[in-house]
C-alpha cells in the first residue's frame, strides 16, 4: 500500500515538473534522479510477493487418534523422551515434575513420579528424587545409562536425575538469565533452552535459543558407553558390530587350548 501511495505521488511530481520544464528553464538532473526513483519505485512494488493461498496435498493411510489424556492420568506433558525399552519420560512443565509413562498406552496408561512433587510444588531442591523441586522444566534427555537431564527452564539450570538422586550440573547459581560459559557453577543461560544427548562425542548438548548459541557440557564416558561394556551371551554389539571385549575373550580362550 506504501508503495502504491508513494508511485502516485511520484507520477504527479514528474507531470508536474515537465509542465514546468516547457515554460521554464530545463530541470534535467532533477527529472533524471525522479524518473529513475519511479523505475525503482515501479520494480518493487511488481516484485511484491502474491498470495495464492494454500495448497494442500493430503496423503491417504494417516489416522490421528488420541490414546492418552494428560488431564485424566496427570500428567500434562510438555516433552516426551522415549527410552531404548519404550518407556515413556515426560516433562511436565505445568506440575514441575518428571514423570514416567509404560506402554501400551490407552485410557487405562498411569504416570508414575520420577523425580519433583505430585502437587506441583516449584522450587530448586536436589536429593533425593521424590523431594527434589523444578521450576517449570521443558526439556529432557537420556543417555546410555539412563541418566535424566533436564532443562529446568526458570531455574536456569540443567539438572541429573541419576544414581545419586537429582543433583545440577550447571547454571542456577543466578536467577538472573545470561551469556557466560565456564564451570558448571558459573555458567548462564537465557530463560529458553534444551537439551541434546549427543552420543558420538558423549556430551550434551544445549541448545539455548534465547542467546542463538549451541553449548556443550561433557559427560562421564561411563555414562555414555555403559551399554557395551559387557559381553553379551551371543557376543554381538547390536550397534557396534562384535564387541572387541569379546574378540579378546575367544582370543584368549583358543590360546588356552594349546
Known amino acids: 500500500m506504501r508503495e502504491s501511495h508513494l508511485f502516485i505521488t511520484l507520477t504527479l511530481l514528474l507531470a508536474y ?8 528553464a530545463p530541470a534535467g ?3 533524471k534522479h525522479l524518473s529513475s526513483l519511479l523505475k525503482w519505485t515501479t520494480r518493487s512494488a511488481s516484485k511484491a510477493p502474491q498470495s495464492d493461498g494454500n495448497v494442500l496435498q493430503f496423503e491417504n493411510g494417516y489416522l490421528v487418534e488420541t490414546v492418552v489424556e494428560g488431564n485424566e492420568i496427570g500428567v500434562v506433558p510438555y516433552k516426551i523422551r522415549v527410552s531404548e525399552d519404550g518407556e515413556l519420560f515426560a516433562v ?3 506440575n514441575s515434575n518428571i514423570m514416567k509413562i509404560t506402554p501400551p498406552l490407552s485410557q487405562y496408561s498411569r504416570g508414575r513420579l520420577v523425580a519433583g512433587s505430585f502437587q506441583g510444588y516449584t522450587g530448586h531442591v536436589d536429593g533425593k528424587p521424590s523431594e527434589a523441586r523444578f521450576n517449570h ?3 529432557i534427555t537420556m543417555d546410555d ?3 535424566l537431564y533436564v532443562a529446568d527452564t526458570v531455574n536456569l539450570a540443567i539438572r541429573k536425575i ?21 564451570p558448571s557453577e558459573d555458567a548462564k543461560f537465557s530463560n529458553d533452552f534444551d537439551v541434546i ?5 558423549c556430551s550434551l548438548l544445549v541448545v539455548d535459543r534465547g542467546n542463538a548459541a549451541l553449548r556443550q557440557i561433557s559427560l562421564n564416558q561411563d555414562d555414555c558407553d555403559y551399554q557395551y561394556d559387557s559381553i553379551s551371551s551371543t557376543g554381538l554389539d547390536p550397534k557396534h558390530g562384535i564387541s572387541p571385549k569379546f574378540i579378546m575373550y575367544v582370543w584368549l580362550l583358543c590360546l588356552s587350548k594349546f
Not at 515538473?17 to 521554464?24: C, E, H, N, R, T
Open 92 to 94: 511436565d512443565e505445568v
Open 29 to 31: 538532473p532533477l527529472i
Open 17 to 24: 515538473i515537465l509542465q514546468f520544464q516547457a515554460q521554464a
Open 162 to 182: 541419576g544414581d545419586a538422586g537429582v543433583t545440577t550440573i550447571a547454571g542456577g547459581k543466578s536467577s538472573v538469565a545470561g551469556f557466560r560459559d565456564g
Open 137 to 139: 522444566p521443558r526439556g
Open 197 to 201: 544427548y549427543v552420543r558420538p562425542t
Open 145 to 147: 545409562k539412563g541418566n
